[in-house]
C-alpha cells in the first residue's frame, strides 16, 4: 500500500476513486515500469492504474478459462492432453490490470513443497506430458535457486521434451535478466521463453539488453501481445511493436483477444478489430513478425486462432482469393478438388 501511496502523491489522484479498487484487486508496480509513464491515462498508465470500472463489470467470470476446474493438483492446468500449464509463481512485480488470473492477487495459492511434489509426481506419472508451460505469476521473479530446482526436477522426467516458460519480467523488471539466470535457464534446453509485451514504448533499452541475453544464450524467444482498449488496438502501434520485437530476436507468437475476465471489460475490444489488425499487417511487414490472432475461449475450452477472411469462393474450377491490397485474383483447382473444397468453405462461411 506504501507504493500505491507515494504513486497517488506523485501523480496527483483522487484516492477515493481508487481506494476501493485496490482492495479488492491490488496495485503493485516496479519502478522501471512506472518510469515508462508520460502522462496519466497514456498507454502504460491504462495498463497499470487502478481504475473504477474494474469493480463496476457486471459481466464476466473469476476464472474464464476454467482453470481451477481443470487443475487435478492445485495450480497444475491440465487442458490438453500432451502438455500442462503450471503455475509455480504466485507473484508478479507488477499488477496488470488486464491480467485473467487478478482473482488470485489477494488469494494467491503459493507453490508450497507438497503441491511442488504433487505436482511433479502428476506429470511423471503421465507419460504423454510432453510439453510443461511455467507461468503464474511470474516464473522469472522466483528466487533463482528455485526455478533452478524446478527446472531440474522436470528435466529429470524422461518424457518432458519441452519446457516453456511465460514471463513479462523482461518488459516489467528487466534488470533480473542476469546472465546468470540466462545461463541458468540454457542448461534446461530445449527451453523456450515466451515475453509478455504489449506497446511499443516497453521496448526500452534495459528490456532489448534482457531479450538479448536470453537469445545470446541460445533460447528462443516468442512473445504474446494482450490486444488492449485504448491500449495497442491501432495499426501503427502493433505494428511498431511487432517490428520491434523481431529486431530483439523475439517471434510473435499470439495476438490475444481479452479473455471474459470479471473486472477487466473496460479493456475489451471487437473482434473485428483484432481481424482488421491482421489484415492490416499480412504482406506489409514480415510474415515472421506475424501473430496468430487467438481467442481463448470460455470455459477452458483451448485457444482458437482467427484469420481475416481472404478466401471469396469457387468459380468453376478456380478458388477466388483477395489478394492483401483486396484485388480477386483465380487461383486454378485440381480436377475434381472443387467439391470436397466448397463444403470446407461452406462450413466456414455458413454464418448468416
Ligand atoms: C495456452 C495454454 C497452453 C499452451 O498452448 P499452445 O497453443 O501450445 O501454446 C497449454 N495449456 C493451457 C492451459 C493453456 O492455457
Ligand atoms: S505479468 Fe502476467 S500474470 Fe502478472 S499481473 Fe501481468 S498479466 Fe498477470
New binding site residues.
Partial sequence: MKAFEAFVRQWNLTPDDVFPVVDRFPFRISEHFAGLIQFPGDAIWKQVVPDERELLDAGGWEDP?AEEGLSPVPNL?H??PN???WLVSHECPVHCRFCTRKRRWSDPIPLTEELFQAGLQYIESRSHIKDV?LSGGDPLFLPLSRLDAILSALRAIPHVEIIRIGTRIPCTLPRLVTHRLAKTLARHHPLYVNVHFNHPRELTKEAREACRRLASAGIPLGSQTVLLRGVNDELETVKELLEGLLTLRVRPYYLMQMDLTKGTGHFRTPIATGLKLLAGLRNRISGLAIPHFVI?LPGGHG?VPLIPQQVEGIEGEQLILKSYRGQRVAYPLLEGESGELAGMLKAVQRSP
Avoid: G, I, P, Q
Wanted: proline share 0%; net charge positive.
Fill in positions: 478459462l492446468v487442458r490438453y502438455r500442462v500449464l508451460l481463448d485457444k
